[in-house]
């Protein structure tokens, strides 16, 4: 570390000779290297797996895999297309017109984001009930074979609905940053030419925030591909359903890993496609661009308007909300209280999770920091390859996890304690799973931020280290507080990796809920379930206090 | 290291940067001696800030050698590179890239940690006086204007004495009358401080202000450099010539030799010895405040462009011609 007392000390090495760049270790590449290495074990562990004897997988490829995969494609296409409509529109509505409760309705929108696809499952999957006469009818009238079709559309048309309503806000998040940051004159331009506020909304808005749409797109599609416990309670075997059932269905470890190989190389080509569709649209946005003002809607409209923010709001939020609430009451009444079960113990559960948030996002911004500072192949293809967790099915990862710790277990390392089944072993598939959220967040951070201050640093006499702790670090604070809520937030919904790889008796509020709603107990399921869902909404309400592009100007 | 070594030299500096179709930077080489101001100027795409990211070690060179007091920085047989932070040397980007979350003190104290705690006060205080924001120095970037941002990234670069200070269009974000005067102060404060400077900017009133050598890119590759003066007569081709301001192609009949001269330069020949260069008609005479602008069309083969020359003072002795007059025309030799 120089230190120097005058400013005309010379602080280059004054011979040609000394200490050249190329030979000196290059600390920064060797982190991103050794971290992505490490992340990405699980994963290669399967691939190398998948390659064993597998006495099923012949059968598998001819009876099952291409339902497997048409109910796969279907499904996301299906929620994909639903969940467009339910997140744009309020999106659009909120970030460029003005009715009453819109500020409300705009953060509110957010929350079905708190609520796990499996708790909304635990309500949604006893809604087929109440067509029962209707299917009987079928069943009398056209027999067995339309009776299991009109079954099947219905299972697979409400789970469809369902997950549509509780995933649109990545679609409803992307849709409203990208109106919000367009500019005023975009839209005002397109009013002037001609157009209409609809027409503005089709022939500007819409194809201008097409990046942000295929990136929400995305996450929507991976949520639907990787989901595993709402697909299980309505009896859809999508290729995640059908890894968990061919392993413990059939035992066959191997096959499930093929499938798993086989969903990896699919989300692979999805990513690479999400890459081509975004591709040049990199579209010009006035960074300081005054943002649309908004238009206040006459009394018919802005009714109008605010029953279309709470459509999917009530389908995503408040009724199986509502319902839980309502089997909660009826629980503790009947019960007289309610005792959690045994095992669970809130604290450690929530202290993994706050942990391996910490690690992860600290980790992340030294990552990303890392891979801009020189955009190497190896760097890049790290930050990547670390990305790739999150495509992945948690029960593929988990299978990863497993096949990592039981080779090292079975090394017998001196002083090493046995790490299959324990807590740093889940928090380790934690955050090889879900690394991806904090790294795009802290890429975004940076790119944002912009070269010119890292670079101003740089030449002001501070290395990478003190560059990265002084400036990046600090200037990246809000996006990195961001990506530590929606990470803990994800980390307490989590339910494949804590299910398979928990130390025995060891149970968070997600995996209770679960094995409650399993044996049909559901109201005895509405309390951690709805312990669950508060744990998500307090970070997300102080989250959109935080983000909320409507902040700025009201 | 000896006192008359340049402070900077390129050696045939090159730097191609991938699926191009040319180089950005294509074998330059030029020094800047101690103590002077050379400015960089080119259209966009000539590779000037290319150049200047290479000095600071931003960019590393695909060809060639940088040197910094005769010590090889960059290229050379090793592909030897002395990151930005060794280098010792300021540089005021575009829009300033102060540190956001930093008082106007601090970000001018960022460069000096490793001296003493009363030194880095001293100094901080020194270099906010001389750019006139000691009474702003507990303020955030966001709360100073945009004059004062450009002020204060120069105090901070200014501050841990670089050997050499680099300019990135420091003023080109900002409104004319901001521009104007600004570009006075900072001469004035590289004047008081002895600076070493490379200056890139596209406005040549940034190059008149403040440089005293100027060198032109054009392509990445370095068409002409000297003295302002030097450069602003006697241009080496249109785009030398109108890097640095408007230029009238003059033919000279005779020789069929073209030249470049400027609108200020342009005589009747009544007024003096100035021979006569040729006859002109007038197309568009303009009066433009302080001056008087004429379009004039060149006739019998003393070039195939339109001039546009300043009307010189007669103090009325000629009367004015009019669109459609046939005058004779004459050049300041």
């Known amino acids: 570390m120089p230190t120097a007392s005058t400013g005309d000390r010379p602080s280059l090495p004054l011979t040609a000779r000394d200490g050249s760049r190329r030979f000196r270790p290059d600390r920064w590449g060797a982190l991103v290297t050794v971290g992505g290495a490490v992340l990405s074990l699980p994963l290669v562990a399967v691939l190398l797996r998948a390659g064993g004897e597998s006495p099923a997988w012949e059968s598998l490829v001819g009876n099952l895999l291409g339902g497997y995969i048409a109910t796969t494609v279907g499904l996301v296409v299906l929620v994909v297309a639903l969940a467009l409509p339910l997140g744009v529109l309020p999106a659009w509505l909120v970030s460029t017109c003005d009715f009453p409760g819109r500020r409300l309705l705009s953060w509110m929108l957010v929350l079905p984001l708190a609520l796990p696809t499996y708790v909304a499952a635990f309500v949604f999957y006893r809604l087929p009930e109440a067509a029962i006469p209707a299917l009987v009818r079928i069943r009398t009238e056209h027999g067995a074979d339309a009776f299991l079709t009109a079954e099947f559309a219905l299972r697979f048309g409400l789970l469809a609905l369902m997950l549509a309503a509780v995933l649109y806000p990545y679609l409803y998040l992307a849709a409203r940053s990208a109106f919000s940051r367009q500019c005023r004159s975009q839209i005002e331009s397109a009013r002037l030419l001609g157009d209409g506020i609809a027409g503005a909304f089709f022939r500007v808005a819409l194809p201008a925030a097409r990046p942000a749409l295929v990136a929400g797109g995305a996450f929507v599609a991976m949520e639907v591909a990787n989901d595993y416990g709402a697909v299980h309670f309505f009896g859809v075997t999508t290729l995640s359903a059908g890894i968990f059932r061919t392993w413990f269905g059939s035992g066959d470890l191997v096959a499930a890993l093929r499938l798993a190989a086989l969903m990896m190389a699919t989300m692979l080509v999805l990513l690479a496609l999400e890459r081509l569709l975004r591709g040049r649209a990199q579209y010009l946005t006035g960074s300081q661009a005054t943002p649309p003002a908004r238009r206040r809607l006459p009394a018919g409209k802005a009714t109008l308007a605010v029953l279309v923010c709470l459509v999917p709001l009530a389908i995503g939020f408040l009724y199986p909300v509502g319902c839980l609430a309502h089997w909660a009451w009826l629980h503790v009444s009947a019960e007289g209280g309610f005792a959690l079960p045994a095992g669970l113990r809130p604290v450690p559960a929530l202290g993994l999770a706050a942990a391996t948030t910490l690690f992860a996002t600290v980790f992340a911004a030294l990552v990303a920091y890392a891979a801009r500072l020189r955009q190497t192949l190896p760097r890049r293809a790290a930050g990547g390859l670390l990305a790739l967790g999150y495509a992945i099915p948690g029960a593929v990862v988990a299978v990863g996890v497993l096949s990592v710790t039981g080779f090292i277990d079975r090394l017998h390392l001196p002083l090493l304690p046995l790490i299959g089944g324990t807590l740093p072993a889940l928090a380790f598939a934690y955050a090889a799973r879900y690394f991806a959220i904090p790294l795009k967040l802290a890429e975004a951070g940076l790119e944002q931020i912009g070269r010119p201050v890292e670079e101003a640093s740089r030449v002001l006499g501070a290395p990478p280290g003190r560059t990265f702790l002084a400036i990046s670090l600090p200037l990246l604070r809000g996006p990195l507080i961001a990506a530590a809520i929606l990470l803990f937030v994800d980390l307490i919904k989590e339910l494949p990796l804590t299910l398979i790889l928990r130390p025995a008796g060891f149970e968070t509020l997600a995996t209770t809920a679960f094995s409650l709603a399993s044996e049909a107990r559901l109201q005895a399921c509405a309390v951690p379930s709805l312990l669950v869902i508060a744990a998500g909404v307090v970070p997300l309400f102080l989250l959109e206090k935080r983000l909320s592009p409507s902040r700025r100007h009201d | ?333």
Not at chain 2, 18 to 36: C, F, N, S
Not at chain 2, 169 to 177: Q, V
């Open chain 2, 1 to 333: 290291m000896t006192e008359s070594a340049p402070i900077l030299e390129f050696h045939a500096v090159s730097r191609h940067y991938a699926g191009t179709p040319r180089p950005a930077v294509d074998r330059v080489a030029l020094a800047i001696e101690p103590g002077e101001v050379l400015a960089l100027i080119g259209g966009s795409g000539s590779g000037k800030t290319t150049l200047l990211r290479l000095a600071a070690g931003l960019e590393s060179p695909d060809g060639g050698e940088v040197r910094l007091d005769g010590v090889l920085v960059a290229g050379g047989t090793l592909r030897r590179e002395v990151p930005p932070e060794r280098r010792r040397l300021g540089l005021v980007f575009q829009e300033g890239a102060l540190f956001p979350h930093l008082t106007a003190a601090a970000n001018v104290a960022y460069g000096l940690r490793g001296r003493p705690r009363a030194a880095i006060q001293e100094r901080t205080a020194e270099c906010l006086r001389h750019v006139a924001l000691e009474d702003k120095a507990g303020r955030y970037p966001h709360e100073l204007s945009g004059g004062e941002r450009q002020r204060l990234a120069l105090a901070r670069a200014l501050a841990p004495s670089p050997r050499l200070i680099l300019l990135d269009e420091p003023f080109s974000h900002l409104d004319p009358t901001l521009r104007r005067r600004l570009r006075e102060e900072v001469g004035s404060i590289l004047a008081a401080f002895g600076q070493t400077a490379l200056l890139v900017t596209h406005d040549p009133e940034d190059v008149f202000a403040m440089a005293g050598r100027v060198a032109i890119l054009e392509q990445g590759v370095l068409r002409q450099i000297g003295p302002v003066a030097s450069v602003y007569r006697d241009p080496v081709s249109r785009y030398c010539a109108e890097s640095l301001g408007a230029a009238n192609r003059v033919v000279d009949p005779a020789t069929g030799r073209e030249r470049w001269t400027r609108p200020e330069d342009f005589r009747l020949p009544a007024d003096g010895a100035t021979p006569t260069t040729g006859e002109a008609r007038v197309e568009a005479v303009r009066e433009t405040g302080a001056r008087i602008e004429l379009r004039l069309a060149p006739a019998d083969g003393a070039g195939d462009e339109p001039w546009h020359v300043i009307w010189p003072d007669t103090a009325g002795s000629t009367p004015l011609p009019a669109p459609g007059d046939r005058i004779a025309v004459a050049w300041r030799p």
